[in-house]
Each structure stands twice: as C-alpha cells, then as structure tokens.
C-alpha cells in the first residue's frame, strides 16, 4: 500500500508537506500542491480510513436502523427509495453507510446503542421501526448524532414526508369527484396513521361529510391480504361506500382483489385510492390514483441533516421538517359529479 512517506520521496518533500497537499492546505503554492496529488493519484494512494478517524475524531461512516413489522427490510419499496437517496447523498459528501442491529459481539447481544458505538459511527438515521422500545429509546436519548424519519422526538432533527396535506389533498380531489361515502382503511397505530386519519376527518368535515364507523377499519401497512379482507367487510356493508381509501399502494392491491372476487369494476363500481406514489402503483388496472411521497428528497433531506448535525453541531437547527408529496390521479375514482 503506498504511503504518504512513498509520495514524500518521489516528491522529494517532507510528509508533512504531502499531507498539506492532500488535504487542500492553502500554504502550499498551487502548483507544488497539484503536483504532488498528481503523483500520489498516479502512486494509487488512498488515505488510510483509521488513521484519518485518528486525525478528525470521525469514521465517515453513517448508520442506518430501519426495521418494521413485515420484516420486509429492503423490498419495502417507499424506505427503499428513501434509503437509496441517502446513501447517494451521503456518499457524495464522503460518508459510507452501515446497517445497525442488534448483533451478537463476542457472545454479547448488543444494544442498538452499543452496536453504533462498536463500529464507530458518526451519527444515524432511524427509519420505520418502533420507536418507543427502550433499544430505540437508548440510542434516541445518547449523545449519537441522530435523524429520525417519519417520527418526531423533542430535541431531535425529524424529517416528515407531509402526511397532513397529503391526506387533504386526497379527500378534496375525491370529493371534487361527487363522493360523499367514503371509508378509510388505515394503517398500523403510530404518528404516520394518527396524521393521516386526522386530517382525513377534517378534509371531511370541511366538505360536510362524516364517515360512519363502519367505514373506518384497520388493516397494516403493506399487507394486502389483511386490507383485502377489510374490503370484503366494506363491500358486504347495506350502504357502502363508493370510495375506499387504503393505508399504501402496495395493500391497495388486495383491494383490488377483492373488488375482483365480488364481481365489481374499480371504479366503475367502486373507487379506491392509495398512498405512497411507488411505480407499482401505475402498473395496476386501472392506474392507481395516490399521493406520491418524495422518496428522493427525505433521504438527500436526512442525509444533509445529519451531516451538518455531525460536522457543525452548533449551528445545525433541531427542527421539523416537512416535504410535501405529489397528488397522482390516476383512473381509480369515478367521476360521480
């Protein structure tokens, strides 16, 4: 491996020198500076990563918890495409990215907490998991740099895709439509489905419509079956709604199915509306009309925040902050005006 004492020879210039060059020091004229990285990139040098966490007091080396109930990990195809755009945006400002879990370290299960300080992370991003076990707890309350995703802590930096708006966008394009019966099946009870059926109510109210009970059931985010079977129940209602709004795009499939098994047409018979904007969702018959979530921007957004939470603590602003989604038509809502 060729070390910085390789190129101070060749250069015939002290180390101390060629480290100054290689970090971009402005004492060293710019064209003893450029030449001396040019023979180090010709050498094949690459600076040691232990002996720059040494030097800066940082491993450059990210940590990403992600976890949910499913167990769905990177199939999940909204964290996934979250976690890409901060990976993208992480590596460009010179970072690596490492899973954190639980591990067993010499014959030890290991703490979230322990397992970032073992590998010597710079900070992390927490995503989709739940976040009131003591494990996640732990780590939220160190003295780590953290970014949660889609769930706000006091005295920590939250990214939130804006589910509020979102959801109002939805039920005012629905009831511009002519709906007035519209059901809601949602999500797992955390913040994400608390905001959203929130809101769906006062979209609601705002148009003079109340949803009865029977038209607010539970299923869980990307399960299909479970919303499948939340569908069956709506569609076997005396009164039933002309339109269903699902907890995501993946479990509106299994409304689908339903539709399907009943003999209906979507939305000829009944609509249905998603959540999320993955592309699965305009691949269904007809294409799904959703609100898309802008996956690309809450992970370049997560990465930045905790980079600068790492590198300028001081003047890093702890903070909420909401990135607004995109609403998708579709064809899966009737015009009943």
Known sequence: MVSMKDIASKCGVSVATVSKALNGYSDIGKKKREEIQAVAKEMGYFPNSSARALKTNRSYDLGILFSDNLHSGLTHDYFAAILDSFKVTAEESGYDITFTSMNMIANR??????????????????????????????????????VTIDFTFDGRIAIVSDNVKGMKDLVDYVCSLGHTKIAYIHGDENSVTRDRLSSFHRALYYHGITAPDEYILKSRYRD?????RRMEELLSLPDRPTCVFTPDDFSAVGAYHAVQEAGLRVPEDISIVGYDGIPMSQALFPKLTTLRQDTKQIGKKAAQELISLIETPKTTLIEKCLIEGELVEGGSVMNLA
Do not use: K
């Open 224 to 228: 299909g079956e479970t919303t499948m």
């Open 109 to 146: 299960r290991m703490s979230y907490y322990e397992h970032c300080r073992y590998r010597g992370l710079d900070g992390v991003v927490i995503a989709n998991i739940d976040f009131t076990t003591p494990e996640v707890l732990e780590l939220v309350r160190s003295s780590l740099p953290v």
